[in-house]
């Protein structure tokens, strides 16, 4: 009799320590000759809570599949962000479209100030005290668009030093 060995072809869950936080899923139709055409987009945001974040759009015909492209595209969307402590070096402003967003540093024991989708992208980049402001249009796609904008302008005292020419001690 021929012994049957039990394979695990399962892929296996690989722990790589980003988090994912699905932000919003909307329901998108689309009117053709033979009726509707019923789509789902989702929105996820990534990060390691220590100083990366990415965001990833996907779409598909079911939710579960348009929330997995968009978390493989956050993965692969992730950008650094410098921090100082536990809170962001200076004040910036990011834009996206009509939506503009302010962030300010804090003190430490301050907390996250900040609304919806904003707050999602901060705490998932690792940022601990912070205070923002969101003007313009609400939509959470483009909120979080504008915070990753703001976060990618963010520069460390070395940064700013190296791009001066200058060392960090004259700063």
Same mark, same amino acid.
Request: aromatic share 2%; charged share 30%.
């Given at each position: 009799?021929?012994?049957?060995?039990?394979?695990?072809?399962?892929?296996?869950?690989?722990?790589?320590?980003?988090?994912?936080?699905?932000?919003?899923?909307?329901?998108?139709?689309?009117?053709?000759?033979?009726?509707?055409?019923?789509?789902?987009?989702?929105?996820?945001?990534?990060?390691?809570?220590?100083?990366?974040?990415?965001?990833?759009?996907?779409?598909?015909?079911?939710?579960?599949?348009?929330?997995? +492209? !968009? @978390?493989?595209?956050?993965? %692969?969307? $992730?950008?650094?962000?410098?921090? /100082?402590?536990?809170?962001?070096?200076?004040? =910036?402003?990011?834009?996206?479209?009509?939506?503009?967003?302010?962030?300010?540093?804090?003190?430490?024991?301050?907390?996250?100030?900040?609304?919806?989708?904003?707050?999602?992208?901060?705490?998932?980049?690792?940022?601990?005290?912070?205070?923002?402001?969101?003007?313009?249009?609400?939509?959470?796609?483009?909120?979080? +668009? !504008? @915070?990753?904008?703001?976060? %990618?302008? $963010?520069?460390?005292?070395?940064? /700013?030093?190296?791009?001066?020419?200058?060392? =960090?001690?004259?700063?």
């Amino acid at each position: 009799m021929a012994r049957i060995e039990k394979r695990d072809n399962a892929p296996k869950k690989v722990d790589d320590g980003i988090d994912k936080t699905l932000v919003q899923v909307n329901r998108i139709t689309k009117v053709v000759k033979g009726g509707r055409n019923l789509r789902f987009s989702a929105l996820v945001v990534a990060g390691d809570r220590k100083g990366r974040v990415g965001i990833g759009i996907g779409k598909s015909a079911e939710t579960s599949v348009a929330i997995e +492209k !968009a @978390t493989n595209s956050a993965k %692969k969307n $992730l950008v650094n962000i410098s921090l /100082v402590g536990t809170t962001i070096p200076h004040e =910036v402003v990011g834009v996206f479209e009509t939506t503009k967003v302010i962030l300010m540093p804090a003190k430490e024991g301050k907390g996250v100030i900040a609304g919806g989708p904003v707050r999602t992208v901060v705490e998932l980049a690792g940022i601990k005290d912070i205070v923002t402001k969101l003007y313009g249009s609400n939509n959470k796609i483009n909120c979080v +668009k !504008a @915070t990753i904008n703001g976060l %990618k302008k $963010l520069k460390s005292n070395e940064e /700013v030093a190296r791009l001066r020419g200058i060392s =960090v001690d004259k700063l």
